[in-house]
């Protein structure tokens, strides 16, 4: 005899349903009857860590890499409250994030009985996550529960942005009926197609167009169709600084990197002089525009975010990216492919295997070399050098929190990647990243994950650093992170050479193990920085001074 689905269950159906692929989590005891349903029925792989930010941000990545959910299960209180700051990374950074918390029952819910892992009230946590997510839901009610549970995912689904769902504990083996699957909300055809003739309109007459993408191009999975647009049109394609890695594998010459007064010279005046930017899902940031000069032209741009468009002072709501994207090409069919009109980024290779001392600029010279003989690899990164780091390495796929710009995302998140994609990844960190969650790695042994770790060690936090060289507040010490890989289940190395690093790279891609990951410390002098956080540096440094004397002359 068939007996009813529970609701924990349905909930684990429903997100596969809507494209999550697995669940990562920490138990606690308010979440440990959905822990149970997880373990025991196994519809979504469940992978547990050591500390929440790490869930998160592995969670995190693993919805950016399959450009699917991810999901985050913790416990009550302790558990969700640790998980803050990760989820406000994927709100920043639009990633659609589910994340999943028990809750009390609702008999432990007394009138003057204080809970453990209570804050003020018991929906104080549920108010906290109404700042940091896009749509909420408490599953207190079995049957109003499978409609929340799509109202909410498709919400996430929709907007990629997190969502928060509260599952009491004594409600997770209640009979429940299955989740409906909602379709994507549809927009208005009459204003998708009028938008879509005021952006074809605005290039022909532009004379120096250029795209713009960002994340969300990834997140709506719109690479393809973005990159035949440019190959439709002939137009010149840059990515933003958190947008690296979206369109490699299209086609498309080697695409550079906007960076604002980091940028090269040639991409900036290709940028900064374009009479109309057309912009897919950028973000607009300090991070992604880096002090950019004044004649940066955003308020005649064409803006695509978030399902609404604006060109120049003219405003379209409810515009999914996708069927803008349709529109503009069902419009240019009869059009044939025109040459893109870019050069072509070009990127460091041929490492001299010498006894000179390692730069970061060197660590992407030594990967693009890599990637040339045996292929692409995904990458995770921290923030810090190692992500202006990754602006040097040939296009691929990269999550990295380049706006919110959060130490931590590093490790965490290419274990998710790995999970999620089944590929091993890249991950590069600097020594204050690993610090935080490098720990992580432990779990690389029950999981079956092999990363291969680059671990910029300058101790220092050199980004800090940069900005306040005076302060000694950014000093760090020498934790050997590669003499401690072995406890932790993996083969650790220390370089300081650029023979050492060919070496210990060549090493871990040629000798690799399930489960054991390949910590490679790459030691660094204080005050060494890569090319592009140099550019950085130097931009921001004199456009800020710039500023300051204008102000001071008013």
Request: a negative charge.
């Amino acid at each position: 005899m068939n007996t009813q689905a529970t609701l924990g269950e349905v909930l684990l159906h429903g997100l596969r349903a809507y494209g999550a692929t697995e669940v990562f989590g920490i138990p606690g005891d308010f979440a440990l009857p959905f822990f149970r349903v997880m373990e025991e029925s196994e519809i979504l792989p469940l992978h547990t860590l050591s500390h929440e930010p790490g869930v998160g941000f592995a969670a995190d990545a693993a919805g950016r890499i399959n450009r699917g959910l991810g999901v985050a299960a913790v416990t009550y209180g302790a558990g969700a409250l640790n998980l803050i700051n990760t989820v406000a990374c994927a709100y920043a950074e639009r990633s659609p994030l589910v994340v999943i918390s028990g809750a009390p029952s609702r008999s432990e819910q007394i009138d003057g009985l204080v809970l453990h892992h209570q804050t003020r009230t018991l929906d104080s946590q549920y108010r906290m996550f109404e700042e940091i997510t896009c749509a909420q839901t408490r599953l207190d009610d079995v049957n109003r529960a499978p409609q929340e549970i799509a109202r909410v995912l498709r919400a996430c689904r929709d907007h990629a942005l997190p969502v928060y769902i509260e599952l009491p504990r004594d409600m997770v083996t209640a009979p429940c009926a299955p989740v409906p699957f909602l379709s994507p909300a549809q927009a208005d055809p009459s204003a998708v197609a009028e938008c879509a003739e005021e952006i074809l309109t605005r290039l022909r007459q532009a004379k120096r167009p250029v795209v713009m993408v960002d994340a969300e191009v990834r997140r709506y999975d719109c690479e393809a169709a973005v990159a035949a647009l440019v190959r439709r049109l002939g137009l010149p394609v840059v990515t933003t600084f958190m947008g690296r890695g979206v369109l490699g594998g299209h086609g498309l010459p080697a695409l550079d990197t906007y960076l604002g007064a980091a940028s090269r010279p040639e991409v900036r005046d290709q940028v900064e002089d374009a009479d109309f930017l057309l912009m897919f899902g950028v973000i607009p940031s300090d991070t992604n525009f880096a002090e950019p000069r004044e004649r940066l032209g955003l308020r005649s741009a064409c803006h695509v975010l978030g399902r609404d468009v604006r060109i120049g002072h003219h405003h379209y709501h409810a515009i999914p990216l996708p069927d803008l994207l349709s529109a503009l090409l069902s419009r240019l069919e009869e059009q044939t492919d025109q040459p893109v009109r870019q050069g072509g980024a070009t990127y460091a290779r041929g490492l001299s295997a010498d006894d000179r001392d390692v730069t970061p600029s060197d660590v992407a010279c030594a990967l693009n070399d890599l990637f040339a003989e045996h292929g692409p690899m995904p990458m995770a990164s921290d923030i810090g050098d190692c992500m202006f780091t990754a602006m040097e390495i040939d296009h691929g796929a990269l999550v990295g929190p380049g706006f919110y710009a959060t130490m931590g995302f590093g490790v965490p998140a290419g274990l998710g990647v790995q999970a999620a994609s089944g590929q091993r990844p890249i991950i590069l960190v600097g020594d204050g990243a690993f610090q935080m969650t490098g720990w992580e790695l432990g779990n690389c042994r029950h999981n079956g994950w092999n990363p291969i770790v680059i671990v910029l060690n300058n101790r220092s936090w050199e980004m800090l650093r940069a900005f306040q060289p005076a302060s000694r507040f950014n000093n760090l010490s020498d934790w050997h992170f590669a003499d401690l890989s072995p406890a932790l289940g993996g083969r650790g190395q220390r370089v300081r050479t650029r023979a050492e690093l060919k070496a210990a790279l060549d090493q871990a891609v040629r000798s690799p193990e399930e489960g054991r990951f390949d910590l490679i410390e790459v030691m660094i002098d204080p005050g060494c920085r890569s090319a592009t956080l140099t550019r950085f540096v130097e931009g921001i440094s004199q456009a800020r001074a710039k500023a300051a004397a204008a102000m001071a002359a008013e």
